[in-house]
């Protein structure tokens, strides 16, 4: 499996596969305690989240994020919390964004830092942002996850490619503005996000 570590930020980093889907993780920081996000086991990222500190928790925000969750957890020896309502000791704080039969999804808040993490509702991958910063899941443009706008982050780590740490909340609502005229223009870059595997 190729993947690259795509963002380093004080809060921790990102590493990104190198596939059509863009799956992310993310391995956050905080007191010399890290915790993965979602992740993908990849040894480069996991070597160098062992250099940021001790590991306190394995985190699966989305009901079908399984990725490589429960054997990094049993690796590591730390708790995996799936869809987590609250995280004990964790600076970040959990918040359901949709809880449907077919898509649970909770994100994370961590309001000292301003930084926003979604698993699958946003992302930055093409199939997502169609060309801009951020953009709506495709299967959610419908019905747009607007609660997001309770938030006004500086940084949003995705579940689908790279994070976001420049204007974030500003294309967050572009985003969220756009998502339903993005149904048709989606449809229309379908060629072109299939020949550059986005």
């Known amino acids: 499996m190729e993947a690259r570590i795509s963002n380093e930020f004080a809060q921790g ?11 992310a993780s993310h391995a956050l ?30 985190i699966q925000l989305l009901d079908r994020h399984n990725r490589d969750s429960a054997a990094l957890a049993r690796r590591l020896g730390v708790p995996l919390t799936r869809l987590p309502e609250a995280l004990v000791g964790a600076p970040f704080q959990p918040h359901r964004l949709i809880d449907r039969p077919w898509w649970r999804e909770v994100v994370l808040w961590w309001p000292g830092q ?23 899941h495709p299967m959610l ?4 996850p ?38 048709v223009r989606g449809v229309a870059m379908l060629p072109q996000l299939l020949k550059r595997g986005g």
């Not at 990222?45 to 306190?56: K, N, S, V």
């Not at 443009?141 to 747009?144: G, I």
């Not at 940084?155 to 503005?177: C, D, K, M, N, T």
Request: hydrophobic share 45%.
């Open 13 to 23: 980093f990102t590493w990104v596969v190198e596939e059509r889907m863009e799956r």
């Open 29 to 58: 920081v905080d007191q010399g305690r890290v915790w993965l996000i979602d992740p993908v086991a990849w040894e480069p990222a996991l070597e160098r989240a062992a250099a940021l500190g001790e590991p306190a928790g394995v």
């Open 114 to 136: 301003k930084l926003l993490v979604v698993p699958e509702a946003v992302g930055t991958a093409g199939s997502f942002a169609l060309g801009r910063p951020l953009g709506v």
């Open 141 to 144: 443009r419908l019905t747009p």
């Open 146 to 183: 607007y609660s997001l706008r309770a938030y006004d982050p500086d940084s949003i780590l995705v579940g689908h490619g790279p994070s976001l740490h420049r204007a974030a909340s500003a294309a967050l609502e572009v985003a969220l503005h756009h998502a339903r005229s993005d149904i």
